[in-house]
């Protein structure tokens, strides 16, 4: 018998500690989810690509000019935007970066020194020639703390990923309607197919995320088994969800 409850305590102690995460799916008003691409717009002019595929959803963006003369972005008025809160693509600042050099020898009393820079800043305006891409990689969708998740979640089961454990793995799914996701957030870019931006548009894109799901950090990525002559090992794989992002939780 105390043998039994023993065990019982173990299992508890350990599953308590287990590692869990927010896997978080996103979804945008005028885009296409594509298996292993992301969100997507295409149309005569362009492809709009994104993927938020890593930790804290690092939102990377490719634009792809399928014209046969060139497509121009006006960084300066993009933006993203979360709630009220708008962040800039482009800023009128300068980045340098200053080396140091110093002339002399073991045996002088003096020497002389001379400071080296390089400065460098980003151009208010992405230029995309024809048939050639342009890829962004700027903002972190929610760089701090963990989703708040309202509502009550659906608990599902899933196969293992972890390669040393054969029992299923609880899963909580919570699912939102983009006016009730508990994230939110906005892309707004300015186009044009002249210089002089006489032909621009807008896209502007209401992102919301679609479900959260509560499950073992391990799940996240999974392993690969690989066999040989006399036995077996496992390899872990790589997150990749273009259309999400995972939050690591805190150990309860």
Known sequence: MKTCLLLLISALFIASCTPKAQLVTIRGDNLKAVPDQGLVMDNDTMTLRYSFSHERGQMQIL??????RPLYVDWKRSAFIVGKE????????????????????????????????VISKDDPVGFIPPGTQLAKKQFVVYPNGTIRLPGQ?????????????????????YTYQPDQSPLRFRNYL??????????????????????????????????????????SYFESLPFKKPDGFYIRLPIQ
């Not at 800039?88 to 600042?93: F, G, S």
């Not at 196969?159 to 609880?170: C, L, W």
């Not at 799940?219 to 088994?225: E, H, K, N, Y």
């Open 63 to 68: 634009l792809v000019n399928k014209l046969n």
């Open 153 to 173: 979640p659906e608990v599902v089961e899933e196969a293992s990923k972890s390669g040393n454990r054969r029992k299923p793995v609880a899963v909580d799914i």
């Open 190 to 231: 300015t186009l044009s197919t002249d210089k002089d931006f006489k032909t621009e548009f807008i896209i502007d894109t209401k992102f919301w995320a679609s479900d959260i799901r509560v499950m073992p950090a391990n799940q996240l990525t999974g392993v690969a088994i690989h066999e040989y002559e006399g036995g």
């Open 86 to 117: 708008k962040l800039d693509y482009w800023y009128d600042v300068a980045d340098v970066n200053l080396s140091t050099s110093t002339l002399g020898s073991w045996y002088s009393r003096y020497s002389i020194g001379s400071i080296n820079g």
